[in-house]
């Protein structure tokens, strides 16, 4: 069986109130976190058919501040399957309801992962892709998962030998003490 994006894809709404300000004054990054595992758990079950749990978060750039009394959009759909992984792609937007003035917030990756009623993972839907933006975010993932076991790898390399990284810390604010 194969789903498309358009079949399990979620937009939600909420008026930014002032209680979930941070210590500046500003929605606190923490509460929106919380309405973004939301709706990547919401887009996943409704793609799987499943209760899914959030197996990893990629990259999650706060690129404007959100204000008290904006009003906050995400948009979220899956951009790519595996077996029982997916990748939700969300979107954040805020907008001054006063003035229309809209400001992109962030955009981030949640990988998702389908589990069935005995806790076990179990296979999710395949991906019919209907456009090119389809097939780019199938594609951008893919070479997201490549780019980070490339990254996996390379750290690997850096724990084991640190002694052959040590002469690049030399522009940093550090000293070597040991």
């Known amino acids: ?15 930014m109130l002032p209680s979930y300000t941070n210590f500046g004054g500003k929605i606190h990054g923490g509460y929106i976190l919380s309405l973004m595992d939301q709706i990547a758990f919401a887009c996943a079950s409704k793609h799987s058919g499943s209760y899914c749990v959030t197996a990893s978060v990629d990259k ?28 939700v792609g969300i979107r954040v937007e805020s907008e001054n309801i006063r003035t229309g ?21 179990t296979q999710v839907p395949g991906l019919k892709l ?3 933006i389809d097939a780019k975010r199938f594609i951008k993932a893919i070479k997201r998962r490549e780019s980070e076991e490339r990254k ?27």
């Open 130 to 132: 209907e456009t090119k």
């Open 101 to 121: 003035t809209k400001k992109h917030c962030n955009s981030s990756y949640f990988t998702m992962v389908a589990i069935d009623d005995n806790g076990q993972t």
């Open 60 to 87: 999650v750039n706060f690129l404007n501040p959100i204000e008290v009394g904006e009003l906050v959009t995400m948009m979220a759909s899956i951009n790519y399957v595996g077996s029982s992984s997916m990748v």
């Open 152 to 178: 996996k790898e390379d750290l690997s390399l850096v724990y084991k030998n640190v002694n052959n990284y040590l002469d690049q810390l030399k522009d940093y604010r550090v000293v070597i003490d040991f």
């Open 1 to 15: 069986m194969f789903k498309s994006p358009d079949e399990s894809r979620i937009q939600i709404s909420e008026l």
